[in-house]
């Protein structure tokens, strides 16, 4: 689940450039072609561990054809133990000097509830802007008891102390759902090593994560290859991403959606023969996840559609 963007960039005065690709099973979203330059490609790593994904490409001029160039790419997973990671925004704001970071969290049929989790600080950063150490940090699925700074070692023997921000769960902690974290910290820290450690039954899980590409690596040159794995790329997306959790349902279900465009966005739901049954308008903004929540009479299978941005994405919602 690496959700890095790839663009190949390739430079060449009248020159068309065909490439293919070769990508083990557990990788998917990288795709063969000839153009003037590979679009932005976003790989996806489904497995435990890492997979390479080798690009072979071939200048053409004219009917002559150049020396083919290679171009491998690494795709980690973002996934610790049982629980998947997905880095949503890692955004920074010149005029506050500060980053935004929002982390989404999805247990997968994990044996034990969350406890806590802990987001580690770059190097030199102490404690983050926001939210405050004992505050409550409030979601649709759980409440969490901040504490800011919290400190923690890697586990190694003579590790140097590090610090982060702790949320711990009040109450019961997500299992087999997703929840998200975020959180503000000074300067600019877009493209930094960040510690996560989570805590489930009795032994912590742990990984290292660079947002929003989970780490992804390329032994291209840097002419060749850009990694843009962060929200700054300027990329836009034209589709809607949405799904329905839990699916199946018994009653009460989330239907989460990344909007396309700012402005209004709706959600509504519909029964098998096109009765609708609720509908739900919001304000939203661009690439920013939204999580809605619905509760229907009965057990039977639905049909959900999101509309924004002139696009519409939909759904089969199953009974339990």
């Known amino acids: 689940c690496g959700k890095a963007m790839v663009p190949i960039v390739l430079t060449g005065t009248a020159t068309t450039f065909t490439w293919t690709v070769s990508q083990p099973s557990g990788v998917t ?6 153009g003037t330059t590979i679009p932005g490609q976003t790989l996806s790593n489904s497995t435990a561990g890492p997979l390479t994904v080798t690009y072979t490409i071939t200048p053409q001029y004219g009917n002559c054809s150049g020396t083919p160039i290679t171009a491998t790419v690494t795709v980690n997973p973002c996934k610790i133990g049982c629980w998947s990671v997905e880095s949503l925004v890692a955004s920074y704001n010149q005029q506050t000097n500060s980053t935004t970071f929002r982390w989404k969290i999805c247990g997968n049929n994990c044996a034990a509830a969350l406890s806590n989790i802990i987001f580690g600080f770059p190097t030199g950063v102490t404690s983050a802007l926001s939210p405050a150490n004992g505050s409550t940090y409030n979601t649709a699925v759980s409440n969490y008891r901040i504490e800011n700074p919290t400190a923690f070692t890697s586990g190694k023997k003579g590790a140097a102390t590090q610090y982060g921000i702790k949320y711990e769960v009040i109450g019961e902690g997500i299992k087999i759902t997703c929840d998200e974290f975020q959180y503000v910290l000074a300067g600019n820290q877009v493209g930094k090593e960040i510690d996560i450690i989570i805590k489930a039954g009795r032994t912590p899980v742990s990984g290292k994560y660079i947002p929003t590409g989970c780490g ?87 049909i959900y ?14 009974p339990n």
Do not use: Y
């Open 305 to 318: 559609r999101v509309s924004n941005g002139g696009q519409t994405s939909s759904g089969r919602i199953l």
């Open 216 to 302: 992804n690596t390329s032994n291209a040159p840097s002419s060749l290859l850009q990694s843009a794995n962060r929200m700054s790329s300027g990329s836009v997306a034209t589709k809607i991403v949405s799904k329905v959790f839990p699916n199946p349902h018994n009653g009460r279900f989330n239907v989460e959606f990344v909007p396309i465009a700012d402005g209004a966005a709706t959600v509504e739901v519909f029964t098998m023969d096109g009765k609708r049954l609720e509908q739900k308008s919001m304000k939203v903004r661009s690439g920013f996840t939204q999580k809605v929540p619905f509760e229907v009479k009965g057990k039977s299978s639905l």
């Open 29 to 34: 979203g990288a795709t063969p072609g000839t």
